[in-house]
């Protein structure tokens, strides 16, 4: 069976410090005023007029039925046989179409290149044997990338906790039909 890649944050452990966001600019040489991962902050009103503040990560969902890729003129954007929605850069004619295709705002333009650009869940660092770099720098191992195909990996075991645990596991905007790999975790 073909790898597929995946991403699973427990966000119960998001202390929103953004290691994520700064290792991932520095790795990639993201330009200035963009981000291929963000932290989103949600206030929520509990029982007895308590507050919780929620921090909720976002990247790329490397979506099986991505927009992206279908209004790509050039097949630049293209989903793998391992699950990730990469970018050829060399087939990249930077008509931008993907940038508003996209629902969940994952990707920019980068000027300096001519070319779209956002996650490629570290591609060049996995094919090496090594983790996703926000997945390394994030001090409270909420970010867990691996294959779900394989039941011995890491993430399979977190999300098979948490259904034995009826904790919450989401993935975002699931109504729109794009098939997101990205799971959320809570307690
Ligand atoms: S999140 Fe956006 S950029 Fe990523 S694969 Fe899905 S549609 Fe494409
Ligand atoms: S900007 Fe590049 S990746 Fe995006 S649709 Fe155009 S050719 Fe495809
Ligand atoms: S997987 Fe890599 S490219 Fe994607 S957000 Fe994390 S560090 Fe950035």
């Known amino acids: 069976m073909n ?3 995946a991403m699973a944050y ?17 790795e990639w040489n993201v330009p200035e005023d963009f981000f291929r991962t963000h932290i989103d ?12 503040m929620d921090f909720l990560p976002s990247q790329c ?5 991505a927009p992206c890729v279908t209004v790509c003129p050039t097949k630049a954007s293209h989903n793998r046989e391992d699950g990730i929605v990469y ?13 508003p295709s996209c629902p969940y705002d994952a990707r920019f333009y980068n000027h300096d290149l001519g070319v779209a650009e956002k996650c490629t869940f ?3 660092r996995i094919a090496d ?4 770099a926000c997945a390394t ?7 867990v990338f691996g294959d779900i195909n394989d039941p011995a990996s890491e993430i399979s075991m977190v999300l098979g906790a948490a259904k034995e645990n009826k904790q919450k596991v989401w993935k975002l905007r699931e109504d729109l039909g794009t098939l997101p790999n990205i799971y959320y975790i809570q307690k």
């Open 3 to 5: 790898k597929k890649y």
């Open 10 to 26: 427990i966000i119960d452990r998001c202390i929103d410090c953004k290691a994520c966001m700064v290792s991932c600019k520095a």
């Open 41 to 52: 902050q949600g206030l929520k009103k509990e029982l007895h007029g308590k507050f919780r």
């Open 61 to 65: 969902n490397h979506c099986d039925k």
């Open 87 to 99: 970018v050829d850069r060399s087939r990249c004619v930077g008509c931008k179409y993907c940038i």
């Open 122 to 124: 570290c591609l060049p």
């Open 129 to 132: 044997g090594l983790e996703p």
């Open 137 to 143: 720098t994030c001090p409270g191992n909420v970010r």
